[in-house]
């Protein structure tokens, strides 16, 4: 195994990622807090984004007896006076917890081949992937453009794919959580690529230089459709006049 590359961050960002690496943190959320101090680092001027922890995505959006959701654990993008939705999704981002091949921080290089990395990523890539459909058809999403980026994240290794555009029969299918209601071809397609052999994947290590320009270009190719959303935000006067959707548009049993 080649030598663990060297964190070019700074002291306080080596300290965090290589405390959530101790004894084999049982679950993911502790690279959730780790994440979003590397992503708040690109989130310069302030405006430029927000992150959304835990952004729940209707399956069947204005489907009132439909409770289904796909939940991204972040979501980067931009709030909106103009919903719903009153977030628009520029990327999302999904996190499994490190493994035990990882606690020593190996040269990412170096794990790309292992098979339990492998199949932890390929995992990630079609929740990623549900969540993205979820985006799409809950209009999340830029209206100008059809795919959607998503960072995938197992301990402080991560990779970014982006999905779509898909066809409308493809919306209907979730991978994770098959469903009667959904194309019956385009089931069994995704069934056999969620069974198929998990491919290498180019990786990145948290604190790195070579991770820090890689996800900083992955946000700036997103900086224009978030463009329109920041100039209305900098000019506003709190002057805008909110209209209550009538209670018809909520479920309100239980309540």
Known sequence: MSAPP????????????HASLQEYHPLEDIG?????????EHKIPKDRYVIYPQLALPWKPGEIPDRRREVTDFGVGNLTLNGPPYFKLRIGAEVKRALPIMTDLPAPSAIEDDVEVKSAFHDLYFQGEDQAKAAIKGGFNFPNRPQVPFFLFVGPY????????????????????PSASADWKETSR???????NPSRRTLHLLGT??????????????????????????IFQGKFSFISPPLSNYDLRGV
């Open 32 to 40: 959730y807090a780790v994440i979003s101090e590397f992503l708040m």
């Open 209 to 234: 230089t070579q991770s820090a320009i890689a996800m900083g270009q992955v946000i700036a190719t997103t900086d224009g459709y978030a463009a329109p959303l920041r100039a209305a935000a900098k």
């Open 190 to 196: 995704a069934m056999l690529r969620l069974k198929s």
């Open 6 to 17: 060297v964190l070019n961050t700074t002291p306080y960002d080596k300290y965090i990622v």
């Open 158 to 177: 991560w990779t970014s794919v982006s999905y779509g555009p898909f066809s409308e029969a493809k919306l209907t299918v979730r991978t994770h959580k």
